[in-house]
Antibody, heavy 121, light 107 residues
Framework: QVQLVQSGPEVKKPGASVKVSCKAS????????ISWVRQAPGQGLEWMGW????????KYAQKLQGRVTMTTDTSTSTGYMELRSLRSDDTAVYYC??????????????WGQGTLVTVSS | DIQLTQSPSFLSASIGDRVTITCRAS??????LAWYQQKPGKAPNLLIY???TLQSGVPSRFSGSGSGTEFTLTISSLQPEDFATYYC?????????FGPGTKVDIK
C-alpha cells in the first residue's frame, strides 16, 4: 500500500537550514510528484511547492522562492525539502503529499505523517 | 493569487445532522477544487477532488458540488468520526492555496 514516511522532528536556530525527508513506498516515485505543505501551530495549511518525480521540475510558492529547494532521489524513492535562513515563523509541521497529476489536474492523494520543525534561539 | 474563503468558520452540529460547508474562490477555478478532512495531530485526508469526485475509501455520506467560484461539501448524516476541521484547496493555478478551514464540533 502507498505510504509516505517522513523524518523526525527538528529543532533549529534562526538562520540555520533544515532538510526534511519523505520516503515513499508502494508506488513508483517517478510516476508522481511530491508536494510540501506546512501548518504553523494552530493555523491553517500553506502550500509550499511541488516537484515532479518524472523530470524533477519544481514550482515553489513565491514567498519561499530563494529559501526552499525540493529534490527527489528516485534510487531511494525519497523526496526532500530544504528550507534555509530559518526564522521563528517557519516553526510548523511540514507535510509531504503524493501528487497524482496530468497536464491539467493535480490530486494530493496520500500524505506523510508530518515533521515538526521548531525554530528557536 | 486565488483566495479561498470558507463559511462558516465554525459549526456546531449533532450526530445525524446534515452539514454543508461552502468554499468561495476569488476568481473562477472551473472544477479544480479538493476537500480535505484533518483531525488534531494528523495529516489532512483527501475526501473529494475535481469538486465532486469521491476519493476511494471515503464514505458516501460525503459529497461535493459546485464549479466556477462557489463550492459545497455536504455530509449527509454526521457521524462521531466526522468531527474535524475541513479545508478546501484550489488546484487551477499556482500557488495551490487552501481555504482557512471550517471546524465541525459536537453540539
Amino acid at each position: 500500500q502507498v505510504q509516505l514516511v517522513q523524518s523526525g522532528p527538528e529543532v533549529k536556530k534562526p538562520g540555520a537550514s533544515v532538510k526534511v525527508s519523505c520516503k515513499a513506498s508502494g508506488y513508483t516515485l517517478s510516476g508522481y510528484g511530491i508536494s510540501w505543505v506546512r501548518q504553523a501551530p494552530g493555523q491553517g495549511l500553506e502550500w509550499m511547492g511541488w516537484i515532479s518525480g518524472y523530470n524533477g521540475n519544481t514550482k515553489y510558492a513565491q514567498k519561499l522562492q530563494g529559501r526552499v529547494t525540493m529534490t527527489t532521489d528516485t534510487s531511494t524513492s525519497t523526496g526532500y525539502m530544504e528550507l534555509r535562513s530559518l526564522r521563528s515563523d517557519d516553526t510548523a509541521v511540514y507535510y509531504c503529499a503524493r501528487v497524482h497529476y496530468s497536464t491539467t489536474w493535480y490530486i494530493f492523494d496520500y500524505w506523510g505523517q508530518g515533521t515538526l520543525v521548531t525554530v528557536s534561539s | 493569487d486565488i483566495q479561498l474563503t470558507q463559511s462558516p468558520s465554525f459549526l456546531s452540529a449533532s450526530i445525524g445532522d446534515r452539514v454543508t460547508i461552502t468554499c468561495r474562490a476569488s476568481q473562477g477555478i472551473s472544477s479544480y477544487l479538493a476537500w480535505y478532512q484533518q483531525k488534531p495531530g494528523k495529516a489532512p485526508n483527501l475526501l473529494i477532488y475535481a469538486a465532486s469526485t469521491l476519493q476511494s475509501g471515503v464514505p458516501s455520506r460525503f459529497s461535493g458540488s459546485g464549479s466556477g467560484t462557489e463550492f459545497t461539501l455536504t455530509i449527509s448524516s454526521l457521524q462521531p468520526e466526522d468531527f474535524a476541521t475541513y479545508y478546501c484547496q484550489q488546484l487551477t493555478s499556482y500557488p495551490f492555496t487552501f481555504g482557512p478551514g471550517t471546524k465541525v464540533d459536537i453540539k
